[in-house]
């Protein structure tokens, strides 16, 4: 893709859209399919205050990212436009995902949190032992994986932990 100027430390697509989180802090968003200057739907830079973007998603017209300082930024696709900023976690953010009606988000500061899809408040804090490293949300299931070697799944209506699965080793 032309237009990045940064090394990109994070990407995602929904097939219509690329959203491309720099090292500098920059969001460029792309066309998937005519692979588009990042001019076409936008860039911005430094909305993330220096901070580099450690993850994002995009989907439906929603790009979600992460930076180090713990922020969950929401952006509209087109135009690419800052929609809203929550900070909720203590740490960098280290995943985030878009679900049907929400957003899961995991940290460093030991938990993953559900939020509207639209953003607000986040509806439940989902607390580990040690750095949330993944997360993916489907079917009103959230898993998570953290730096303790087990993934965890929640119930996504009650963020009740409905298994701990073991074995895994880093």
């Known amino acids: 893709l032309r237009g990045v100027e940064s ?3 994070s990407v995602a697509t929904d097939v219509v859209h690329i959203a491309v989180g720099l090292f500098n802090g920059t969001v460029r968003g ?5 692979h588009a200057a990042p001019t076409a739907l936008g860039a911005l830079p430094d ?4 901070l580099s973007i450690y993850c994002l998603a995009v989907r439906g017209g929603v790009v979600a990212t992460g930076a180090g300082d713990g922020a969950l930024r929401l952006f509209s696709v087109a135009p690419l436009a800052l929609t809203s900023t929550h900070r909720e976690h203590q740490y960098r953010l280290a995943s985030v995902t878009i679900g049907d009606e929400v957003l899961a988000t995991g940290s460093w500061d030991s938990t993953a949190r559900l939020w509207p ?4 408040v986040s509806r ?4 580990h032992p040690g750095w949330v490293w ?3 949300v489907a079917g009103g299931v959230l898993a998570a994986g953290c730096n303790d070697g087990a993934v965890r799944t929640f119930d996504v209506a009650s963020g009740r932990l409905t298994r701990t ?3 895994h080793r880093y």
């Open 7 to 9: 090394v990109g430390i």
């Open 30 to 34: 792309f066309d998937a399919c005519t």
């Open 47 to 50: 909305t993330h205050g220096g």
């Open 117 to 120: 899809r639209g953003g607000g």
């Open 124 to 127: 439940h804090t989902l607390p």
């Open 134 to 136: 993944t997360v993916s």
């Open 165 to 167: 699965l073991l074995g």
